[in-house]
C-alpha cells in the first residue's frame, strides 16, 4: 500500500472549516473578538491621531509660511537683559531679501486689568507691549474679532489682545466702549487676535500702539521682537546676517530664531505622549488574546464529538490543529479588523473636527492586523494542541 | 488471507493500563469478506464497543493484528491511518454526530473533506449518496429539520460517500424508534445487495436476528460466529420507508 499518504487541506477548505466554527457560536465569537478590537481601535486611533496633528500643525506651519524669523534682545555678558537698537528694524529692512520687518516692544513694569479693582499681584502673566502697525502681515496671524491698530488709534489709549490674554481677561468680543485697566488708566480695546502659532509670545500680550505707549506709559521705544520675513530662498542668508545688522556693536547679544523649526521639531516630539495610550491598547490586547485562549479551549471541551467525528471521517493531528489554529486566527484577525476600522473612524471622526488632514500610518493599521494575527495564533497554539491530542476514541464515546 | 476478505482481525487483545487493568478483548479473530453485512453482537462490556475501535482504527490492539484492506494497520503511522479512513472506512454512530448548522449536502460532503477530493466534486459525490439514501428533496434542509430516521440516513450518505471498502455502523438504531430503526436496517440490506460490505454493531438480539452473519461477543470473546444462508428477516418482515 503506497498510497496511504494524508493530503493538506485546501486553504479554501480550510477558511470554510473555520469561519463555520465561529458562524456556529456568532455572540460568543463576537464578543471575544471584541477585546482585541478596543485593543487595536485605541493604538490604531492614538498612531492616527498624532500622525494627524502632526500633519495639521505641518499644514498649519505651511500656511503661514517658514520663512519667518525672529530677532530678539538676548543678554549682556552679565546676565541683564541687552537692548536692540532703535534703529535695528530699519537696518534688517535693507538686507536683501527681506520682505517685511515688523517689531514689538517689551514694556517693563507695566499690567493689565480687567478694571482697576483687581489686585495689582493678580496680571494673569499677561504683558504689555508696543507694537508696529504692519505686525499681523510679519506673523502671519488674524483678528478674531474687531479691528487691529491703526495710525490713528495708535496715538490713543487703545488696546489690541492676544487670544490668550482677552481669555483671562475675560473679554470674548468687541464692544463699543470695552476697555481694560492698563497702567492706571483705562484703554479702550479695539480688537481680539487669533491664536498665534509662530509668535506664542503674541497670544499672551496685551497690544497698544508705539506714540501711546511712549505718552502714556512713557516707554522708550526699543524693539524688543522683530519680525522678519524673507524670500523663502533666501532664508538663510538672511539669518545669518541678522545678528550683525540687528546690532552691530554686539551681535552677540542679539537672539535669531525660526519659529516654524521650533513647531517642526514640536509636532515631531508629540508622539513621545503617546506611549501611555499605547500602553492601554496593548494592555486590551493582552486581555483579548486570553479571552480568545479562553473561549477556545472551552470550544474544544465542547466540540469532543466533533473533534472525535473528523477523526472518524480521516482527519490527522494536524489537519484538527490546523482548523483550531486557524478559527483562533481568524477570530483575532476579524477582531482587529474591526479594531482598525473603529480607531481609523475615530480619527476621522476627531481629525475633520479638528480640520486635519486624517492621517493613519501603515504601521497603525498593519501593526493592528498584524497583532491580531499574532495574538490569533499564541492564542489559540494551546487549545489547538488540545484538541490535536484528544484521543478519537475518547471523543466520541464519552459524551 | 483471501483477496476478498476486506477485514482481518487476528487474535487481538486490548488491555486498558488502568488500574487494575482493564483486559477488554482477549484473542479475537474474523474475517470479513467483500459484501457481507455482519452483526456484532453482545451485552455491555462485551468488548464490542473497543472490537469497532479497533476496527475502525480509531486505536490499536495490545497485541494481534488488524488488516483493512491487507494493510496491516500497526504498520501505519498516524497520516497514513487517518487517510486509510477518510479513503477506506466509512462511520455511522448512534448519536448521528451531524453538523446543525450545515445542510444535509454539506454534511454528506465533509465525508470526503479528508480524503483530497475538491469541494465541487464532494458535493457532487454527496449529492449521489444523498439520493441512494432517499432524502434527494431535503438535500439542503439542516438536520435540524430532519426526523430522527432521516437524520441517521444523512449519517449513513456521509459514510457511503467516499465508497468505502467497510462501513462500520455502532448501535445505529439505538436513537430511534423500532418501525424507524427497521427501516435503517433495510437501508443498510438494500446498500449491502449493491455491494456495500458492512458491520453493524450492536446490544439488540432483534437487530442481530436481521444480519445474515451474527458474531456474537461475550467478556471480551467471541462465542460464535453464525452464517444463516437465509435472511430471515427479508422474507418475514416487509421492508419499510420513512
Request: glycine share 10%.
Amino acid at each position: 500500500m503506497t498510497m496511504l499518504v494524508a493530503r493538506p487541506m485546501s486553504p479554501a477548505d480550510l477558511l470554510r472549516l473555520s469561519g463555520a466554527g465561529l458562524r456556529t457560536r456568532k455572540l460568543r465569537a463576537a464578543l471575544s473578538a471584541l477585546g482585541i478590537a478596543i485593543g487595536v481601535a485605541a493604538i490604531v486611533a492614538v498612531l492616527g491621531l498624532s500622525a494627524s496633528s502632526q500633519a495639521g500643525l505641518l499644514a498649519e506651519i505651511d500656511r503661514l509660511g517658514t520663512n519667518m524669523l525672529t530677532v530678539s534682545n538676548g543678554t549682556t555678558l552679565f546676565g541683564q537683559p541687552a537692548e536692540l537698537p532703535e534703529q535695528a528694524p530699519g537696518m534688517i529692512g535693507r538686507i536683501a531679501g527681506v520682505t517685511a520687518v515688523q517689531d514689538t516692544s517689551y514694556i517693563a513694569n507695566v499690567s493689565a486689568y480687567r478694571s482697576p479693582l483687581i489686585p495689582s499681584i493678580d496680571t494673569n502673566a499677561l504683558t504689555v507691549q508696543a507694537a508696529s502697525l504692519g505686525l499681523l502681515q510679519a506673523t502671519g496671524d488674524t483678528l478674531a474679532h474687531g479691528h487691529f491698530l491703526n495710525p490713528a488709534t495708535a496715538r490713543e489709549p487703545v488696546a489690541v489682545l492676544g487670544a490668550l490674554a482677552a481669555q483671562r481677561l475675560g473679554i470674548d468680543r468687541v464692544f463699543s466702549g470695552e476697555r481694560i485697566w492698563l497702567g492706571n488708566q483705562w484703554f479702550y480695546v479695539a480688537g481680539i487676535l487669533t491664536p498665534a502659532v509662530l509668535a506664542p509670545d503674541i497670544d499672551t500680550s496685551v497690544l497698544i500702539g508705539y506714540p501711546a505707549a511712549e505718552t502714556y506709559l512713557g516707554a522708550d521705544g526699543h524693539p524688543s521682537t522683530i519680525y522678519v520675513r524673507a524670500q523663502t530662498d533666501r532664508v538663510d542668508a538672511v539669518q545669518a546676517l541678522l545678528a550683525a545688522t540687528a546690532n552691530p556693536q554686539a551681535p552677540s547679544q542679539v537672539d535669531v530664531s525660526q519659529p516654524s523649526q521650533a513647531l517642526v521639531a514640536r509636532a515631531d516630539a508629540q508622539s513621545a505622549l503617546n506611549g501611555l495610550f499605547l500602553g492601554l491598547g496593548a494592555v486590551a490586547l493582552l486581555v483579548g488574546a486570553v479571552g480568545v485562549a479562553n473561549i477556545m479551549i472551552i470550544s474544544v471541551l465542547e466540540r469532543r464529538s466533533e473533534i472525535g467525528l473528523r477523526r472518524a471521517l480521516g482527519a490527522t493531528k494536524g489537519h484538527i490543529r490546523v482548523q483550531f489554529l486557524s478559527e483562533a486566527i481568524l477570530l483575532a484577525v476579524a477582531g482587529g479588523a474591526a479594531g482598525v476600522a473603529t480607531g481609523a473612524l475615530a480619527t476621522a471622526v476627531y481629525a475633520s473636527a479638528k480640520g486635519w488632514a486624517v492621517v493613519i500610518p501603515a504601521l497603525a493599521w498593519g501593526g493592528g492586523i498584524g497583532a491580531a494575527l499574532a495574538i490569533g495564533a499564541l492564542a489559540g497554539l494551546l487549545p489547538a494542541l488540545r484538541a490535536a491530542s484528544m484521543s478519537p476514541t475518547q471523543a466520541l464515546w464519552s459524551i | 488471507m483471501t483477496p476478498d476478505s476486506v477485514l482481518h482481525v487476528d487474535t487481538v487483545t486490548k488491555i486498558y493500563p488502568t488500574q487494575p487493568p482493564v483486559v477488554a478483548l482477549r484473542g479475537v479473530s474474523f474475517r470479513i469478506g467483500r459484501g457481507e453485512l455482519v452483526a456484532i453482537v453482545g451485552p455491555s462490556g462485551s468488548g464490542k464497543t473497543t472490537l469497532l475501535h479497533l476496527m475502525g482504527t480509531l486505536d490499536r490492539p495490545t497485541s494481534g493484528t488488524v488488516r483493512v484492506t491487507g494493510t496491516d494497520v500497526a504498520a501505519l503511522g498516524d497520516h497514513a491511518v487517518a487517510f486509510l479512513r477518510a479513503s477506506r472506512i466509512g462511520f455511522v454512530f448512534q448519536q448521528f454526530f451531524l453538523a446543525e448548522h450545515q445542510t444535509v449536502l454539506d454534511n454528506v460532503a465533509d465525508g470526503l473533506l479528508y480524503a483530497g477530493v475538491r469541494q465541487a466534486e464532494r458535493r457532487r459525490r454527496a449529492m449521489d449518496a444523498i439520493a441512494v439514501v432517499g432524502l434527494a428533496a431535503r438535500a439542503n434542509a439542516r438536520p435540524t429539520q430532519l426526523s430522527g430516521g432521516q437524520r441517521q440516513r444523512v449519517a449513513i450518505a456521509r459514510a457511503l460517500v467516499g465508497e468505502p471498502a467497510i462501513i462500520l455502523a455502532d448501535e445505529p438504531t439505538g436513537n430511534l424508534d423500532q418501525s424507524t430503526g427497521r427501516s435503517i436496517l433495510a437501508l443498510f440490506e438494500a446498500l449491502n445487495e449493491r455491494g456495500a460490505t458492512i458491520v453493524v454493531i450492536t446490544h439488540d438480539t432483534a437487530v442481530a436476528r436481521r444480519m445474515p452473519r451474527r458474531i456474537e461477543m461475550l467478556d471480551g470473546r467471541v462465542v460464535s460466529d453464525t452464517t444463516s444462508s437465509v435472511v430471515a428477516t427479508s422474507t418475514s418482515q416487509p421492508m419499510e420507508h420513512p
